[in-house]
T-cell receptor
Framework: GDSVTQMEGPVTLSEEAFLTINCTYT??????LFWYVQYPGEGLQLLLK?????DKGSNKGFEATYRKETTSFHLEKGSVQVSDSAVYFC????????FGTGTSLTVIP | GAVVSQHPSWVICKSGTSVKIECRSL??????MFWYRQFPKQSLMLMAT?????????EQGVEKDKFLINHASLTLSTLTVTSAHPEDSSFYIC?????????????FGPGTRLTVT
């Protein structure tokens, strides 16, 4: 069945460091791929998405490219800030959403 | 973007009582609404899917008599946790699927934290 495998955390980085959170997926069709962010005590916020192969989603300095050949959708940011500290979820949706386990990111000054 | 609200955002109840959580799509009509449960430091688990005017479809292992879902209109779904117990304490998140500004996608609510004492 459809599933998402996400890099386990927690991840701790210094401010301005480069961030990569790996996400790979298994799907029978052609799903849309998403990254959601969850700040402490809050719900999910859509960070970015891509709906077809080779699409790049980007928002707030984060980006991810839908790679069909490697079934991946890795999240990257060139220079993280303290305010990026949160839990990040990779998800795919061929209709119903399937979420990864989440990766906690802490950025220290 | 489209807004999905949940009420209440936080509720404490005594063991044995029932609690109702509302999920509303504020600026679009939601043909389908989903209810998720999130345990601390874990991912979201889909509990059930509901379409307006029909019975909800529950995921395996979710007790439908304990978690009552009603989707009476295109903008409102409710989740009632009946005879709540401490193990029902969790973060409940709803999402709504619909078309907003020409785009069909799923929008998530901010979540409701339930604590059963």
């Amino acid at each position: 069945g459809d599933s998402v495998t996400q890099m386990e955390g927690p991840v701790t980085l210094s401010e301005e460091a480069f961030l990569t959170i790996n996400c790979t997926y298994t799907a029978t069709g052609y799903p849309s791929l998403f990254w959601y962010v969850q700040y402490p005590g809050e719900g999910l916020q859509l960070l970015l998405k891509a709906t077809k192969a080779d699409d790049k989603g980007s928002n707030k300095g984060f980006e991810a490219t839908y790679r069909k050949e490697t079934t991946s959708f890795h999240l990257e940011k060139g220079s993280v800030q303290v305010s990026d500290s949160a839990v990040y979820f990779c998800a795919l949706a061929p209709g119903q959403f399937y979420f990864g386990t989440g990766t906690s990111l802490t950025v220290i000054p | 973007g489209a807004v999905v609200s949940q009420h209440p955002s936080w509720v404490i109840c005594k063991s044995g009582t029932s609690v109702k959580i509302e999920c509303r799509s504020l600026d679009f009509q939601a043909t389908t609404m989903f209810w998720y449960r999130q345990f601390p430091k874990q991912s979201l688990m889909l509990m059930a899917t509901s379409n307006e005017g029909s019975k909800a479809t529950y995921e395996q292992g979710v007790e439908k008599d304990k978690f009552l879902i009603n989707h009476a209109s295109l903008t409102l779904s409710t989740l009632t946790v009946t005879s709540a117990h401490p193990e029902d304490s969790s973060f409940y998140i709803c999402s709504a699927s619909g078309t907003f500004n020409g785009y069909y996608e799923q929008y998530f609510g901010p979540g409701t934290r339930l604590t059963v004492t």
